[in-house]
């Protein structure tokens, strides 16, 4: 990270020094010139400004200690601290309790000085910093500075450094403030509330960021929202994790429903049904929502199925029937149809695109091959002949008719169509790659974007990255190691967000992870 901040700062002042040969430049903020008891000064081609006019006009509330030589401002939940004749700004966050946790060090080329017995400081290195963003107006000798346009897009999130407090920030990275006491896990925006889970009691909560209110009477682990309900598995100190009785929560009226007499496990929601085991029972169910219908899909007593395993579209339930491999059945939710599609070993990719009138999976019996086939069973064919090196492949990623997988124990990532034209074919070397928005992205040391077919990838985030979600034209990336969060371009431009470590956060725009 601090890598790029310095490599910015340093290139974006130096159009100052393109121009600035002389005393006697201006400063415009949002529209207006920025008032100084002092004029700016050209210092080694860097533009300086007294700090309480530049700190002030930015809307942070500034302090001087003498004795340390050391300015301190806050803004919007964050803190700069600069020490004069010093090339380092330390960055960090507020804790809710007043204390300053030390977020980074940023490099900078000038530092604040104090001329003519008054505090000056960088101010390209000051504002963008502070989220602002910064020009130079070459023909008027002017600075020209905005902060970001304000938004009603909010993103929520737990602090690390706040013991994992819920905060909000606005989607420019402005308005830091925390919106519950509590230490939370599992955030989820609904319906214009924040759902999260407490640390301390495994409840769940909710809060619109004003009030704040109690969801559930009982620890759980949640497992959907739909038609304005909660569903959840009922936590029980005697069970498994991720094992309960089924339950659900009307989020009008916060009443309980209980759905089933006895605890399951493994449930997930697809379609209008939630598809489980029951604790000490592999067999396959399926339940309405409202609880009104139950279903037995495991149609053979000796067959072991598990959601996870499971590959769901909008009218079919796909299955091996053993719990890993084994020939592929096709099921209806409700388990009144059940047709056998293939007879050899195969393992369903769960990373393939839903929908598409095709199943993709693993053959076993020809060496680890990838195949094909349509949904009835017809049109089955190789679709990928690998490499006799590969013991274990990875599907990882779909868009249309191209799928993408890798050798699970080499970071080289294949390309193969779905008509069986073409075998395989090396594109890219990455750790994980996503199909979306028609690009294709991959991670390995950054974040790289370029053409479904692995041309003209281009670095566009510069570290490790834990996670990223896409939004219009934009990544949101959480980086690896510091946990700070980052709007990413696609054109590599960048604007850090969120200045502390979190681990999950949501937002009330929409993230469209399966856009394609």
Not at 453 to 467: K, L, R, T
Request: proline share 3%.
């Amino acid at each position: 990270m601090k890598k790029f901040i310095i490599s910015t700062l340093l290139c974006a002042t130096a159009v100052f020094g393109a121009s600035a040969y002389a005393d006697g430049i201006g400063i415009q903020l949002d529209g207006n010139k920025l008032e100084c008891d002092v004029p700016p000064k050209n210092i080694n081609d860097r533009v300086l400004v007294p700090v309480r006019a530049i700190f002030e006009a930015l809307g942070a509330e500034v302090d001087w200690n003498g004795d340390s030589r050391t300015v301190f401002a806050v803004r919007n939940g964050e803190y700069i601290k600069m020490k004069i004749d010093e090339n380092v700004i330390e960055t960090g966050i507020i804790n809710s309790d007043g204390s300053p946790v030390f977020g980074e060090n940023i490099t900078i080329d000038v530092p604040a000085q104090i001329i003519d017995d008054r505090t000056l400081v960088p101010v390209r290195a000051v504002s963008e910093t502070l989220h602002a963003n910064v020009d130079w107006d070459g023909g008027n000798q002017t600075v020209i500075i905005n902060n970001p346009p304000n938004t009603n897009e909010w993103i929520y999130y737990a602090s690390e450094h706040d013991y994992g407090k819920l905060y909000a920030i606005r989607e420019n990275g402005l308005s830091r403030r925390k919106i519950s006491d509590k230490s939370v896990y599992d955030i989820k925006f609904y319906n214009g509330w924040i759902y999260y889970i407490s640390k301390a009691d495994n409840m769940m909560y909710r809060t619109d960021g004003e009030t704040e209110q109690l969801v559930t009477d009982t620890p759980v682990y949640p497992v959907c929202f739909e038609d304005n309900y909660v569903y959840y598995m009922e936590r029980t100190p005697t069970l498994p994790e991720n094992t309960g009785v089924l339950s659900r929560v009307s989020l009008d009226t916060l009443k309980k429903q209980i759905l089933t007499s006895v605890a399951i496990r493994y449930a997930e929601k697809h379609g209008n049904y939630i598809f489980y085991n029951e604790f000490n029972d592999d067999r396959l169910y399926s339940r309405t929502l409202d609880g009104s219908e139950v279903n037995t899909l495991s149609f053979n007593e000796e067959i072991t199925l598990y959601p996870f395993n499971c590959y769901f579209t909008d009218d079919f339930v796909f299955v091996e029937n053993t719990a890993w491999y084994s020939n592929i059945f096709r099921l209806t939710p409700d388990g009144s149809h059940v047709a056998e599609l293939n007879s050899t070993n195969s393992t369903i990719c769960q990373n393939q695109q839903r929908n598409t009138g095709k199943i993709v999976y693993i053959n076993s019996d020809d060496g680890q091959n990838i195949y094909a086939m349509d949904i009835d069973g017809a049109n089955n064919h190789k679709i990928a002949d690998l490499d006799s090196n590969c013991f274990s492949v990875n599907v990882m990623t779909q868009w249309g008719d191209r799928i993408y997988y890798k050798n699970t124990f080499r970071d080289e990532v294949y390309c193969a169509d779905l008509s069986g034209n073409s075998y395989g074919k090396y594109i890219t070397y990455a750790q994980d790659v996503k199909a979306k928005r028609g690009k294709l992205f991959a991670t390995y040391e950054g974040l790289y974007v370029g053409e479904l077919d692995g041309s003209n990838m281009q670095e566009i985030f510069w570290s490790d990255v834990s996670d990223y979600k896409y939004y219009g034209d934009n990544v949101y990336v959480t980086a690896a190691g510091t946990g700070k969060l980052y709007k990413v371009g696609f054109d590599g431009s960048q604007t850090r967000l969120i200045n502390e470590y979190i681990t999950e956060w949501d937002c009330n725009f929409a993230v469209d992870e399966n856009a394609q």
